[in-house]
């Protein structure tokens, strides 16, 4: 049992990472509105870069911004011990604004389909659409 | 990373993107997607990752909310689940 525990909480930001692509993963397949997909597409983008920046955590590491890189005492030895890796962080940083771009265009749809429809229940929109 | 406040504000984000995809209300359910995203960006300042941080809070947690308020305001807020 302390096994277990003590598993889980060494790798907890994994875990989470893994639960929330879940959730966003089920809402996307079985939640019936058009919003609370995009709810869900939302949340498995942001446990994706959950786990990318989960990556680059170091123990007793600090902020990747040089200490001693200006003024009169500034040398140039870095040691990459000393610092988190910034290399997953500008990865995702593309990814959140990816991410907000395509918010926008499925949020622009769902408002023609409602437009279109009169609801935003899939069910309801697929009726529509057998019955024409 | 001060592991305490990280495990606590994991499970509050698990919470919040669960209570986001239940409450019957789509205006409350982006209002719960904005903390949801608020608290990712915590997570991020936690990690260490500063510029990922403050691109979340204004991009996830600021535009994103405004959109779908904006969505929401022109749709419905009708929601079967």
Known sequence: ?132 | MIWPIDLAILTLVVVAAIGALRVKDLLGASILFGSYSFMMCLLWSIMGAVDVAFTEASVGAGVSTVLFVAAVFRTSRRTRD
Do not use: C
């Not at chain 1, 692509?21 to 995009?38: E, Q, S, T």
């Not at chain 1, 920046?53 to 990459?80: C, M, N, R, Y």
């Open chain 1, 1 to 132: 049992m302390t096994d277990l525990i003590s598993m889980v909480v060494a790798k907890y930001n994994y875990w989470i990472y893994i639960t929330l692509m879940m959730i966003g993963l089920y809402a996307i397949i079985a939640k019936n509105n058009l919003v609370k997909k995009i709810v869900g597409m939302n949340i498995f983008q942001t446990a994706i870069i959950l786990f990318y920046v989960s990556i680059g955590v170091k123990k007793g590491a600090t902020i990747p911004i040089l200490e001693h890189g200006h003024g009169p005492d500034a040398h140039h030895v870095v040691h990459a011990v000393d610092y988190i890796n910034p290399l997953p962080h500008v990865l995702m940083l593309t990814a959140i604004v990816v991410g907000v771009a395509t918010l926008g265009v499925a949020l622009a749809l769902a408002i023609r389909v409602y437009n279109n429809y009169n609801t935003l229940e899939e069910d309801e929109i697929l009726a529509q659409i057998r019955e024409k």
